[in-house]
T-cell receptor
Framework: NAGVTQTPKFRVLKTGQSMTLLCAQD?????MYWYRQDPGMGLRLIHY???????AKGEVPDGYNVSRLKKQNFLLGLESAAPSQTSVYFC??????????????FGPGTRLTVL | GQNIDQPTEMTATEGAIVQINCTYQ??????LFWYQQHAGEAPTFLSY????GLEEKGRFSSFLSRSKGYSYLLLKELQMKDSASYLC????????????FGAGTRLFVKA
């Protein structure tokens, strides 16, 4: 049981380049989330999904797109990377079926630098 | 607006007790979480409160007062491995799935 995995772990991009971050979970969770974490700031929600084929905007969605074509995968895309998107990105998943708390399980993070 | 406040850093001694406070102002409330995050790692779930009062879980306890918008995390018998950031987070009741995180309190445990 791998839990939540993220690919890649590290990436350096040039301004204007695009990339996709992949999140996968093997816990059959309904809900998945993408956050960014910057020094001195809390985790900020970018986009989230309450089920396969559905996505919704979080606090800071601009510059990002997401897709959830399969229940176990949640993809985060950067179409044209900017230095302001330099951050650590965490994916998380949760379920109300397996826990009354619906607490979130986090992946190990992707450290992205945009030059 | 939505706001969660917690101290930036705290230092405590091995074997002691430390209390990390969190105050919040959110548009809705559907539970408060505490997560632990070691440097360079992912956050992991510690505790959940939705009703007023104290929840105890081994060396860790968490308290909630909804009327005061206040919570604390109490760590007893501190160990060096407790050196980490502690994130207070409030689940928004409006959407049901959004969780607002505080910036975290970095705890240093010294020998």
């Amino acid at each position: 049981n791998a839990g939540v995995t993220q690919t890649p772990k590290f990436r350096v991009l040039k301004t204007g380049q695009s990339m996709t971050l992949l999140c996968a979970q093997d816990m059959n969770h309904e809900y998945m989330y993408w956050y960014r974490q910057d020094p001195g700031m809390g985790l900020r929600l970018i986009h989230y999904s309450v089920g396969e084929g559905t996505t919704a905007k979080g606090e800071v969605p601009d510059g990002y797109n997401v897709s959830r074509l399969k229940k176990q995968n949640f993809l985060l895309g950067l179409e044209s990377a900017a230095p302001s998107q330099t951050s650590v990105y965490f994916c998380a998943s949760s379920s109300t079926r397996t826990s009354a708390y619906n607490e979130q399980f986090f992946g190990p993070g992707t450290r992205l630098t945009v030059l | 607006g939505q706001n969660i406040d917690q101290p930036t850093e705290m230092t405590a001694t091995e074997g002691a007790i430390v209390q990390i406070n969190c105050t919040y102002q959110t548009s809705g409330f559907n539970g408060l979480f505490w997560y632990q995050q070691h440097a360079g790692e992912a956050p992991t779930f510690l505790s959940y409160n939705v009703l007023d009062g104290l929840e105890e879980k081994g060396r860790f306890s968490s308290f909630l007062s909804r009327s005061k918008g206040y919570s604390y995390l109490l760590l007893k018998e501190l160990q060096m491995k407790d050196s980490a950031s502690y994130l207070c987070a409030v689940r928004d009741s409006t959407g049901g799935f959004k969780t607002i995180f505080g910036a975290g309190t970095r705890l240093f445990v010294k020998a």
